[in-house]
C-alpha cells in the first residue's frame, strides 16, 4: 500500500521523471550505437550504473545479498540486461527509437500470456484475449510491407528481436516472483543491474565488440548520451519510480507503459528525424490501445 501522500511537486517531479527521462532513454541510445558497439555501450551503461547503486545500498545500510540470492540474480539479469536489453541496444542501429519503444510496450501483454500459460494464475477472458490481438495487429501493421498503410516497414529481424526482448523481460518478471530474491528493492536493482552488466560484457567480448573500436573516435554527444543513460536513466529514473512505488498505487505508476513510447516516438521525429507517417501512427496507437486495456484491466483468476 502506498504511504502517506508527499508534496503534489514532488510526486509531479517523480511521474515527470518515470516519463519523460525514460521515454528519452531510447533516443539516446540511438544516439549512442551509431559509434559505440552496442553490447559495449550496453555494458558500460549497466556494468557502472550498477556499481553506483550498489555502493550506495552497502553505505546505507542494505543487506548484501545471499548465495541462493545471487544465483536467482544472475538469471533473472541474464534475460533482462543481454537478452531484453542486448536486443533492443542491437535492434537499434536498424530500428528507429520510437517504433523500438512501441515494440517493447507489448511487454504487459506477454506478462500476461505467461500468468495464463505458465503461472495459472489467470484466466483468459474476452476482454484480455482482445487486447492481446489488437497489440499483435499493432506490430503487423509496423513490420508487414503488405498492408499498404504507407511508410516504410520496419527492418524485420530487429522488431524480432524486440519481440524477443519483450518475452525475455516477461519471462523474468514472471521467475522473480518465484525465485529467492533480495527482499530490498534497492539492492536487489543493483545487483541485477551489475550483474547484468557484466555479463554484457562478456557477451561483448565475445561477439569481438572490442576489436576495431577506439575510444578516442567517440564524439562528445555519444559520451553524452551514455552519461544520461547512466545517470538519468538509470539512477534518476530507478530512484523515482521507487519512491513512487512507495507513494502511489501501482495502477498510477504503471501509466508509464504507455507515456514512454509516445515520448520516444515524439523525441525520435524531433530530434533524430525519425518517420512519423501513418504506419508508425497507426501501429503505436494499437499497441498503446493494447497496453491500456491490459494494464487497466480487474485480473480474472482461475
Known sequence: ??????????????????????????????????????????????????????????????????????????????LIFVVDYGMLFWAEERVPSGTAAVILATIP?????????LLRTERLTLRLGSALLVGLAGVVVLVDPRLG??????YLLGAAGLLVGAMSWSGASVLSKRLPMPSSKVMSAAAQML???????????????ERGFRAGAVSAGAWLALGYLIVAGSLVGFTAYTWLIHHESPTKVGTYAYVNP???VVLGHLLGGEALDLRTATGTALVLVSVIVITTRRKSTT
Not at 44 to 57: H, K, P, Q, S
Not at 149 to 154: D, L, Q
Open 1 to 78: 500500500m502506498p504511504s502517506a501522500s508527499a508534496p503534489r511537486w514532488q510526486t509531479l517531479t517523480a511521474f515527470a521523471i518515470i516519463y519523460f527521462v525514460w521515454g528519452s532513454t531510447f533516443y539516446a541510445i540511438r544516439v549512442g550505437v551509431h559509434e559505440v558497439p552496442p553490447l559495449l555501450l550496453a555494458a558500460a551503461r549497466f556494468t557502472v550504473a550498477g556499481l553506483l547503486l550498489f555502493i550506495w545500498a552497502v553505505a546505507h545500510g542494505e543487506r548484501l545479498p545471499r548465495r541462493r540470492e545471487w544465483a536467482a540474480t544472475a538469471l533473472v539479469a541474464l
Open 109 to 117: 501483454a506477454f506478462m500476461a500470456l505467461a500468468e495464463i500459460l
Open 149 to 154: 498503410v504507407g511508410g516504410a516497414p520496419v
Open 195 to 209: 550483474v547484468g552488466g557484466l555479463l554484457l560484457c562478456i557477451v561483448a567480448a565475445a561477439a569481438g565488440e
Open 262 to 264: 509516445v515520448v520516444a
